[in-house]
């Protein structure tokens, strides 16, 4: 799927690219998705698709980790990307 239209309006500080920065934001719980890029190398993604599951995130594939590197606000491509939860209370 392309980066849809719902996840244009997700500011950029709620978004966190690349596999070890979306696993310690998993460890910290405050990830509501995950991004996978569906050409990014499988063992780069084991652990973050391992980890989502265990922790029943929600999974959503891009096209390429140069679609999901653009969406991030980045030059480069991502494997992964986490779509942080709201602030409590703003």
């Known amino acids: ?7 244009s309006q997700v500011p ?3 978004k966190v690219p690349g ?14 998705q ?3 890029a569906e050409d990014a190398e499988a063992h780069v993604l084991a652990g973050v698709l391992a ?5 029943d995130i ?6 390429s ?13 991502a494997s992964c990307c986490a779509i942080l939860k709201p602030e409590k209370g703003g």
């Open 58 to 63: 929600e999974i959503n594939w891009v096209s």
């Open 65 to 77: 980790m140069k679609q999901l590197g653009e969406y991030c606000g980045i030059n480069v491509g």
């Open 12 to 14: 950029k500080k709620y």
């Open 34 to 36: 995950v991004l996978v």
């Open 1 to 7: 799927m392309m980066v849809g239209s719902m996840y």
């Open 19 to 32: 596999a070890k920065a979306v696993l310690k934001a998993m460890d910290k719980g405050i990830v509501a």
């Open 51 to 55: 980890r989502a599951k265990a922790l």
